[in-house]
């Protein structure tokens, strides 16, 4: 693909996400956008790889890498909602057959579901309209497409961080923090 027509691809993919952005950035419009340009992706970063001259910050490659980072990571936010669906569809069916929340049945499924109570979801999902810029675009964001994500956060740090109901692990956190923060004061 020649100079030219690369830009050509580029302005179109731009283009594309932003008259998506207009309407509705649903889960399925993102993985389309992505799936359609995704060989522009990858020509455009052989090509600076190749040549790293021809990334001018600012520019349209530049343009397009940060449309296309920001937008793999809103898909992320989709893929979330997804384990968490799972991780509450779970839930309520072990609720339904012992609501007693300090159960070994919870417990279990706490462990299951620590890494991405812990990790994944550290900050509290999108809720109602979450509106980002991205390159003077405004894209809109639904809280209803994370409705599951939402009440994961809620109930997760309910049951792991105050009702403590599994204590070893978090008398393990805490201990793993002494520690991180002792070999950091020992750097000093």
């Given at each position: 693909m020649e100079e030219y027509r690369l830009d050509l691809e580029i302005k179109t993919a731009i283009n594309g996400i932003e008259s998506i952005a207009l309407l509705h950035l649903s889960k399925e419009a993102i993985e389309k956008w992505l799936a359609i340009h995704y060989e522009t992706w990858e020509i455009m970063k052989w090509?600076?790889?190749?040549?790293?001259?021809?990334?001018?910050?600012?520019?349209?490659?530049?343009?397009?890498e940060s449309i296309w980072n920001h937008i793999n990571k809103i898909m992320g936010h989709f893929e979330?909602?997804?384990?968490?669906?799972?991780?509450?569809?779970?839930?309520?069916?072990?609720?339904?057959e012992n609501p007693n929340t300090k159960s070994?049945?919870?417990?279990?499924?706490?462990?299951?579901?620590?890494?991405?109570?812990?990790e994944d979801l550290i900050l509290p999902p999108i809720k109602g309209k979450n509106i980002r810029m991205i390159n003077g675009v405004m894209y809109v964001l639904s809280?209803?497409?994370?409705?599951?994500?939402?009440?994961?956060?809620?109930?997760?740090?309910?049951?792991f961080?105050?009702?403590?109901?599994?204590?070893?692990?978090?008398?393990?956190?805490?201990?793993?923090?002494?520690?991180?923060?002792?070999?950091?004061?020992?750097?000093?």
């Amino acid at each position: 693909m020649e100079e030219y027509r690369l830009d050509l691809e580029i302005k179109t993919a731009i283009n594309g996400i932003e008259s998506i952005a207009l309407l509705h950035l649903s889960k399925e419009a993102i993985e389309k956008w992505l799936a359609i340009h995704y060989e522009t992706w990858e020509i455009m970063k052989w090509q600076v790889a190749f040549d790293p001259s021809i990334y001018i910050k600012g520019g349209l490659m530049d343009t397009f890498e940060s449309i296309w980072n920001h937008i793999n990571k809103i898909m992320g936010h989709f893929e979330i909602e997804a384990k968490c669906e799972t991780a509450m569809q779970e839930y309520e069916s072990i609720f339904a057959e012992n609501p007693n929340t300090k159960s070994i049945c919870f417990q279990v499924w706490l462990l299951k579901y620590e890494k991405l109570g812990r990790e994944d979801l550290i900050l509290p999902p999108i809720k109602g309209k979450n509106i980002r810029m991205i390159n003077g675009v405004m894209y809109v964001l639904s809280g209803k497409n994370f409705k599951k994500s939402i009440e994961f956060y809620k109930l997760f740090n309910q049951l792991f961080w105050v009702e403590q109901i599994l204590d070893f692990r978090i008398d393990a956190i805490k201990m793993q923090r002494r520690v991180e923060r002792s070999k950091l004061k020992g750097k000093h």
